[in-house]
């Protein structure tokens, strides 16, 4: 699986960016997609996602601002983030699960974009 995000961006402080992602190869079998970001000397953190069944879950932080929206014909996942805050500047990587059976979960990544915020 090949996962190809775009989107990332400089925003002053409550400004809004879209965040997408498509992805390619063997996407059969993927289940959930969704965002982690990474901010400098953090560990990456789960941002939101989305299953296949269309149930979404956003971290404690994002209160309302993100919404993680999926298209299954077109094996794309975006992120619409408003009221951006400094605090949100990180990179901003793209996620897939794949389960091509029940023991095995595969995880793939994407390349990461870069989200500023200044104030």
């Known amino acids: 699986v090949q996962l190809q995000a775009s989107g990332g961006g400089k925003v002053q402080a409550g400004g809004s960016l879209k965040l997408s992602c498509v992805a390619s190869g063997s996407i059969s079998y993927i289940t959930s997609m969704g965002w982690y970001r990474q901010a400098p000397g953090q560990e990456r953190e789960l941002v939101a996602s989305v299953d296949s069944m269309g149930h979404a879950n956003y971290a404690d932080y994002v209160a309302g601002r993100f919404t993680i929206s999926r298209d299954y014909a077109k094996n794309t996942v975006s992120l619409q983030m408003t009221n951006l805050q400094r605090e949100d500047t990180a990179v901003y990587y793209c996620?897939?699960?794949?389960?091509?059976?029940?023991?095995?979960?595969?995880?793939?990544w994407g390349q990461g974009t870069l989200v500023t915020v200044s104030s």
């Open positions: 996620h897939a699960q794949r389960e091509p059976n029940f023991i095995h979960q595969y995880d793939y």
